[in-house]
Every structure is written in C-alpha cells, then in structure tokens.
C-alpha cells in the first residue's frame, strides 16, 4: 500500500485529539500538518492543548513539535505539503462548508466529520461496512467543484454508528417498516469532559440539539441509492428518535424498537449478526474490526465500560434481543461514539477510498 501525507483541521479538538492518536502509528498515514482556529496556530501542537489534552494516552511525541497554522488563513500551504485533510471543527455550518469546499478545489481532498455538507446530494455519507457503494457521485461532485482530485466526503452523525449497523443486514430480505430509537449519549460527543461541564454529574439532560433530527433523517441517506450521479434518500423506514445525554464520559447507547415488512426468527437475526462481514473487513483496511456486529447473549450486556472499547472502539455490541408488545423486537446497540462514531470511522472511510483509488495523483 502507498503511503499518505495527511493534515488535520480541528486537531486540537475532542475529535481531532482522537484523530492524532489514531494516525501517530497508522501504517499508510503519516500527520505532516496540525490547523485550528487562531486561537492556538503559531504554537506547537504541545502548547496548543496544553491543559486541554483529554485522551488517555500520552501525547504522541511525533506530533508534538507540529507548528499548527490556521485553518483558513493557511489552507494553500497545508494542501500542498498533504494528499489529504481530515476536518473536525466547530464552527457555524456555512462557515464550515466554504472551507471544506476551499480545501477540495485546492484539489485536496476533505474527510469530513462535520453535518454541514452531510445533505449535499453528490456528497458520500458513508459507512465502509454499509454503503460503499456511495463513493460513486464522488465523480459528480467532481465535475460541480471543477476539481481533478479534490472532493468532501463525510461521516454519519455519531448517534445512529450503532443502530443503523445492526439493522441494517435485514433490509433486503426483510424490509424496515418502522423503527424507533432512544440514544443514550456521552459527554464527549459534545465535545466535553466533566471536569469541563459539571452540570452532567449526576445528572441526565433530554435534550441535544439538532440531534433527533439527525438520528432520524440520516440512516434514510445511507439506505439511500445512486442515481444519475447523486444519492436518493431511501423512502422508508419511518424513524422516531429521543436523543438523552447521560453521564458516562464515552460510548453512545441506543434502546431500538423494529418493525419489519416480513418478520425475521430471532436465532437467524443473531447468527446474521454475528457472521456479518463488510467490504471493510473483505479488503482488511487497517482499522476495520475484524468482527463488525457482536451479539452478547448475558442479560445485562452490553455495558458502556466493558464493550464501548470492543476491537480498538471500531465493533458495534448488540444486546437484549426480545420480542415486544408494540413493535416485533426490541434490542440494544453500542458504540464508541469518538472512535467508530468519529475519528475512528473518519480514518477507516480515508482507507477505503485510498484502497479504491480516489486518494491517487
Ligand atoms: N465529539 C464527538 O463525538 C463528535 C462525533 C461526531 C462528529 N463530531 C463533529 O466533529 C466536529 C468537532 O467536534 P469536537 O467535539 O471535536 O469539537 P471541539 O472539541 O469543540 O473542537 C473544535 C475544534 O475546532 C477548531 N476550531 C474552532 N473554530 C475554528 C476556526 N474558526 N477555524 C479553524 N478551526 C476552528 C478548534 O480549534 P481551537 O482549539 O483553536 O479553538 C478545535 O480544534 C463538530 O462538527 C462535531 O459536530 C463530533
């Protein structure tokens, strides 16, 4: 396999952090450029998250003495020395949309963990296990920018990393009728620790904004299809979400509720579960798990501390399959909402568009 120049913008955030210590040992990846707001460029990437560096591992001493620039200011210099961005930042979305844009026609492509280009119909939202197959309006998306090699492609929300997987072998044998969803999610999908929103100690918040929207809109994007060079979204499943934010530091939860057009037993839902495999897996990209769907048949499992961290944060953990009063099952789902919810799944979609092609010169 090649090898890659990659930058990141957003690097000094919760989801940047996760990118760098994702990438300090990546076998096709090399970080050879760090950009954030002005607030921390000029200064190296040590003093920039200096106080602020929330991962539980050390900072990677490679990347410590990165001088970060800042994002828009510096995005011809950061394009040229890298074959690739990804982007994580928190700013207004057109704010957000112009820059990832900027970045693709200076012909570097944009892996992007961002919502603000995730309903732009010739943008991928892909999960590799999922809908590899979206890759394909990156050729539209290519002729609209005037661009040879640069395109944005993006990540699902970190909510639905869990839920969609898990339902998502049954669509075509099966049919989804209905579904709904209550998320259980953690404070570092907001960005934060408790150390820096105390409010969450103890405590449970039922509201996160525009994420019931996203949780229900954005599985209709994956299950969606290509026509004349743009995604379709699918029609059905109907989805209704009650996004909770709950105080665990990471991990999000998700309570599912399913109606199926024709039923499926419940033995043969597990073994599908259990023996999924996606093109991820198929092409062994480095960070796909071996064994993307597990289903854990104790009572009281899966449990946020012991499986959020299951295959490197990258496996989702499925639970408590059992038929219901209203709908035909109910179950429970888990993800690393970071990890495969984020930077992890961020990193995985750039191995596979490397593995297909689209990252070449
Ligand atoms: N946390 C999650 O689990 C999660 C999951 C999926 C998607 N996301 C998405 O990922 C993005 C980042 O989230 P986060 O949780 O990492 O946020 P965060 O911790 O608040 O970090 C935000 C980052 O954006 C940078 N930034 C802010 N304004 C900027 C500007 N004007 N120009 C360039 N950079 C700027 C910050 O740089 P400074 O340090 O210099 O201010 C920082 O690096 C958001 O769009 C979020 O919705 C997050």
Redesign the pocket.
């Known amino acids: 396999m090649k090898h890659y120049k990659v930058g990141i ?9 996760r990118f760098i210590t994702l990438l300090a040992d990546h076998p096709w990846f090399e970080i050879t450029e760090l ?7 000029g200064r190296t990437y040590a003093e ?1 998250v200096a106080g602020r560096w929330v991962m539980t591992t050390p900072l990677p001493e490679k990347v410590a003495g990165i001088i ?1 620039k ?3 200011q510096d995005a011809e210099k950061i394009a040229a020395n890298v074959d690739f961005v990804f982007c ?4 207004d979305k057109a ?2 949309k112009a ?1 990832e844009e900027r970045f693709a026609r200076l012909e570097c492509p944009v892996i992007s ?4 280009q995730r309903w732009v119909d010739d943008v991928p939202m892909v999960v590799p296990e999922l809908n590899p197959e979206h890759l394909a309006v990156i050729e539209h998306q290519k002729a609209r920018l005037g661009t040879k090699r640069g395109f944005v492609a993006v ?1 699902s ?2 909510s639905i990393q869990n839920y969609v997987p898990a339902l998502h072998p049954f669509i075509k044998d099966f049919g989804l009728k209905n579904i709904a969803v209550c998320t259980y999610q ?1 404070i ?4 934060k620790t408790f150390d820096r929103w105390p409010e969450m100690v103890d405590n449970v918040i039922p509201y996160i904004g525009g994420e019931e929207e996203k949780s229900e809109q954005e599985p209709l994007k994956i299950w969606g299809s290509v026509k004349d060079g743009v995604i379709v979204k699918a029609e059905k499943p109907l989805i209704t979400a009650q996004c909770i934010r709950v105080p665990v530091t990471d991990g999000h939860m998700s309570a599912v509720f399913v109606n199926f057009d024709k039923k499926p037993d419940m033995q043969y839902m597990i073994d599908t579960w259990n023996n999924f495999e996606g093109l991820a897996q198929k092409l062994q990209l480095p960070s796909a798990p071996k064994k993307f769907l597990n289903y854990f048949t104790e009572d009281d499992r899966p449990q946020t501390k012991s499986e959020r961290e299951l295959e490197h944060g990258m496996a989702v953990s499925i639970g408590r399959l059992r038929p219901d009063t209203l709908f035909d099952y109910k179950f429970i789902t888990l993800s690393h ?2 990890l495969r ?2 930077a992890g799944g961020g990193v995985l979609l750039a191995e596979l568009l490397c593995a297909q092609g689209y990252m070449d010169r």
């Open positions: 913008i957003g690097a000094t955030g919760m989801v940047g952090q950009a954030a707001s002005g607030r921390s460029a920039a970060v800042e994002a828009e994580a930042v928190n700013m704010a957000i820059l963990n961002n919502s603000a990540k929300n970190c953690a570092s999908g907001a960005g909402n970071t919810g984020a």
